[in-house]
């Protein structure tokens, strides 16, 4: 079947994880099998951040309504949500791509689904990280959208475990495929001499990145050190400064900030920290080994997967945990240089080339299966 939907709805004027990850699979898909047509629907917000799709002879591409987008937080999940039944009716015998959970089809077997993580499943009962709205798809609806479709990848094989213990689908039709991740355009400082003083934690600001965990752990600690501690990226930093102790030390808030800020943070941080509670891939701590920063992260779901050896792990449960292996990477020379070299040799394990040919793998597989 030469013919795929791609249902690029979930990219933003501010992309998150999953967006990114929709962008640059999109990207590398197209640029992969030509001999394929491509149905490629965007929302209004996220053109500006598609607009490598208008140079693509061998798609059709559809725009719909901005507020589809996930900038409009639960309206925008709702209406792609929604959106997705309709391309299934619209499109019954094409096989439809969604990248992410939010887009599932309840019913379509020529469906690739995308499932990036099951975590308003997994913190329900914790009063601070619950997902209240998302709960109750991912526990009656979810498990049917993914046994229905035709093929499901995870970016983790952490992440196809949960999938399997939750709901049980056929494993013939499940695949782990990791995301890529994108080489910087600046030459990155690949010593230990980078300039900037700080800190540097990068992501979303949601309870489940642990960013309360992460203040106290450093307030803990900044007497010894010279560092300040920068946050950066949307959400609730009013709530962080309302819970943060105080003490010695600084801590300073960027909100969302733009892709070269981006890059001009992780090229020059001294260290990168990443203590979240849970992760179904992770994309922050190989944005930051891919430009020298060494890195700290949680030991928990799928992060020493993606890390292997490249990372100092902490426990996100404990302050001390966390504290103290911030003091291990600052404090040794010897450990930082081992650490940038391990990033280097780690994110050549993931390639957005080699995870587009992944996907395209799953596309021949329901293809085949249709014939």
Known sequence: MNLILLNATCVGEKPDGIAVYCREIIQGILNGNQNRHYIVYINRKGINKMSFLAQKKNVTLYIIPGWFSPDHGFIGHLLRLLFSQYLALRFPKTIIFNPSQLEACFYNKNQVLMVHDLIPMLFHNDPLLRHAKQYYFFK??????????????????????????????????????HNGIKTPETKPINDTKRKGNFILYLGRLSPAKNLAGLIYAYRKIADQIPQKLIIAGGGDIESLKKGDPGGPGTVEFMGYISDEEVDRLLSTAALFVFPSFYEGFGFPPLEAMVRGCPVVVSNVASLPEVCGKAAIYADPYDINSISNAILRVLQDKDLQSRLIKAGYKRVRKFTWARSAWQHQQVFDFIAEGKK
């Open 140 to 177: 009656y609806i979810l498990g049917t959208a993914i046994r229905n479709a035709g093929a499901v990848i995870s970016p983790s094989f952490h992440t196809l475990e949960m999938i399997n213990k939750r709901f049980c689908p056929n494993p013939g039709k499940l695949f782990t495929i």
